[in-house]
């Protein structure tokens, strides 16, 4: 008897549990929700239990449906607050600090990332000084689905840019939304779902693939799960070299080590441009350093540019700071046990896979504490402690990692999103697709087309960065994939309601993560006022419309040239290219008249084509209009 009474007390208590009110992680304290537009707020309960949402005097009922899932809508809502809310389904949440404003949702890949924690030196007074309780960011963790799309996410919250708290926050989304906020006083809601190095097809639903078969086939293999996990299977692979470094006694980093075979080497650079040919593998460096008494005793900290690719940092023996792939900056922190007057040992052991190796130039090389600072340019020795052997092939596409897989992040990152009412969609991407800047003319449309239909609040505002300039700088007429993203994404100005941010000027030749995010940030919310907020304004710089040839010239008119067209340096436009019916390109002579450009060349008689700005990093790319924003490279060679 006491069996049958306590089972099914048990499985009440289960019951019980599981009828709990359960919100999506998104609407919790602190939210902000749009502003002035009818508001969508979900959750889960017992199947056909009544829920009651208390919002502002007013009561909202609903019922859930036989799969416990249930809404309701409150009404446009002025911005404001903080308000609070009470759901009610057996058991009562209450939200908290709630604001009405404008909420945008910021995706794309590490240029979105890019938190301001990173850029700290640059906006060291920005991060320091910053008290807006009314620009709150919910970081969307970084997640993958192959099953299809989820309901929710497993962690998140809302967090104000005020002090450290803003160390966190896209650097380009918080500077944007502080703009935004400047300008019409009113709460910024930053959703920040965005990964590093992701192609655009990972963020696209499957829906949204209908036109692009090769990914739809993928996302239908990528359901299978054992088709998931045969790509999971170990691959034998070869032993790595033994490091001559590690294995010595004592090792290369330690002081008591007696150097022997050592060369000499500049830093920065990289090591194939100083006389080591196709090395990928460990290279260590090192020097003693000269420390002033007035820094020994005390913490410092270390600037070592970047490194290609993985870093370890020993000074006197102990390990300073390491980072383990390319793209951050390198800022070690040293402890006040750590320096010496005199001499101390610095040594670097650097880990390259591809490409050079080595440490890159234009970068800060120093170590300051207090007032003092010592430059770590110039001479070191090195010596190369292991050599990788070459790469027989590259893995297959399918064995890509999981953020890499088409609507894998659509899934994950987006989909438990689609029911926050939402101002418009902030997306700076394209670096990862720009070995295939054909099929991205179509991708971004489609991305564009796929998540206005999931949100279903009609064209919704979309504002994207164009690519800035990257990598060497060239002298000659040239072709560049660069180029090509930056015109296919100038083209998806054709679909309704979009504006592209012209970054061009933005860019660094050794950095794909240039450290002016203030400027793209603040450019793109003016594209917001125009496009979003419906000012009359200049928010662009000039954008091509026409190109006519007179005689031996052509001349070339343009659209948003606000106070009229004019160069950031005063000379004459650069970085102009024409050619003929052959298609050959030359350095062309310009000048500005009735505000057009004038491009000609006394090479070419009969000019049919020009181009500007058509490279991977162009030299000087000075059109602008009056107000200093940048024109868009373009093309009329197609």
Known sequence: MKNLIIIPLFLFSICSGSAQLKLPHLIRDSMILQRDEKIKLWG???????????????????TADAGGNWNVHLPPTKAGGPYRIDITAGNTITLQDILFGDVWFCSGQSNMVHQMNVHDVTYARDIAEANDPQIRQFLVPTLTSFSGPETDLPAGYWSPA????????????YFFAKKIYEKYKVPIGIINASVGGTPIEAWMSEEGTKDFPAQLATIQKNKDTAYRNSLQQPVAKSQPPIDAGRNAHPEWQDPNYVPKGWHNINIPGYWEDQGVKDLNGVVWYRREIEIPASMAGKPATVFLGRIVDADELYINGQQTGSTPYQYPQRRYKVNADVLKAGKNLFVVRVTNNAGKGGFVPDKPYYIFSDKDTIDLKGEWQYKVGAAFPPVARKEPITNMPPQYQPAALYNAMVAPEINYTIKGICWYQGEANAGQPAAYERQLPALISDWRAKWAQGPLPFLYVQLPGFMDYNYLPAESNWALMRASQLKTLSVPNTAMTVAIDLGEWNDVHPDNKKAVGERMALTAMKVAYKENIIYTGPLYQSAAVAQNKIIVSFTQTGGGLTTKDGDAPATFEIAGADKKFVWASTKIEDNKVVVWSDEISHPLYIRYAWSDNPVNPNLCNQEQLPASPFRTDE
């Open 162 to 173: 005020v002090g450290d708290a803003v160390r966190p926050f896209s650097a380009v989304a």
């Open 44 to 62: 889960w309960a017992s199947a056909h239990e009544k829920v009651q949402v208390r919002f502002n005097g007013k009561v909202y009922k609903t």
